[in-house]
């Protein structure tokens, strides 16, 4: 069974966006219990007909896809709950939760590097949403373009198909 | 405690890829139980020095996120664990783990709507993989080219920053 240590810690001072931080893997990561399927969902403002919708992990949560408007550019993945998405579409500020602190983060809230909301579109079967942004700076925590720089090797290239489109 | 059903059904019986269904959303969701966060992860080929770098969802998957070759269209994201990210690698087609059926399926084996491997690359913190593929026919099993075509309505659009990029 997992600890009891308290949940939720990170939620209940926010004031504005400025002490949200927007790099959640750079701390420590919290003591907080990860929450189990048996527990119910935070609470949150969004749409009901799109809550409906989503088909979240265990954990409550759907795949943020961010790309980078007008350019095609995959900048990152991160994750949202309800509430982060209704944020998102709310505040026209990306919004997500994280995994590892347990708790909502604003991009660019420190680090300046802002999301500004172009659209949010979920995808057929609601597990992940596709944000587009105007993106402010670096994308990456690490000050990267985009978070996507470590290169797998492709070991079975196919040769070009004949496509079909 | 999660009842007893078998696990891995779909992976014994696999002979090249044409068993394999392509579009898990479509029929019923399995029994099979889902894994809980004590379960030993499924056995996979993969390179162990790729597989310490991921940090997987509870139940031991990563975001795929798949985008069209050359054109950055955002096609549709799905999950992948070890072995499906192993096979992705080494055969050149994108190849997923389905949350519904608890099964691999490999994209186009019965559609026809291949995706042949281009490039995958891992981001910063191991949650996830951005795939490019050359995509035959419709990436979304409804037949609409990518799966993200449900707009959701973004209320707090801001005004279009100054930005320094």
């Known amino acids: 069974m997992p600890d009891a240590a308290p949940r939720r810690s990170g939620r209940t001072e926010q004031s504005g966006t400025v002490s949200v931080p927007d790099e959640p893997e750079a701390g420590p990561p919290t003591t907080a219990r990860r929450p189990t399927p048996g527990d119910p969902p935070r609470r949150s403002a969004l749409d009901p007909a799109v809550a409906a919708r989503l088909r979240r992990t265990a954990d409550g949560l759907v795949a943020a896809v961010v790309q980078r408007h007008g350019t095609g550019e995959v900048l990152m993945?991160?994750?949202m709950d309800d509430e982060a998405l209704?944020?998102?579409?709310?505040?026209?500020?990306?919004t997500y939760w994280s995994r590892s602190r347990q708790e909502y983060?604003?991009?660019?809230?420190?680090?300046?590097h802002h999301q500004?909301?172009?659209?949010v579109r979920l995808d057929c079967d609601g597990d992940a949403v596709l944000v587009t942004v105007e993106q402010v700076g670096a994308a990456c925590h690490t000050g990267a373009g985009n978070c996507f720089f470590d290169e797998l090797?492709?070991?079975?290239?196919?040769t070009d198909p004949q496509e079909d489109r």
């Open 77 to 79: 993945m991160a994750w």
């Open 86 to 94: 209704h944020r998102t579409l709310t505040t026209g500020r990306a």
């Open 116 to 119: 500004y909301v172009r659209s």
């Open 105 to 112: 983060w604003v991009k660019g809230a420190t680090s300046g």
């Open 153 to 158: 090797p492709v070991t079975g290239t196919i």
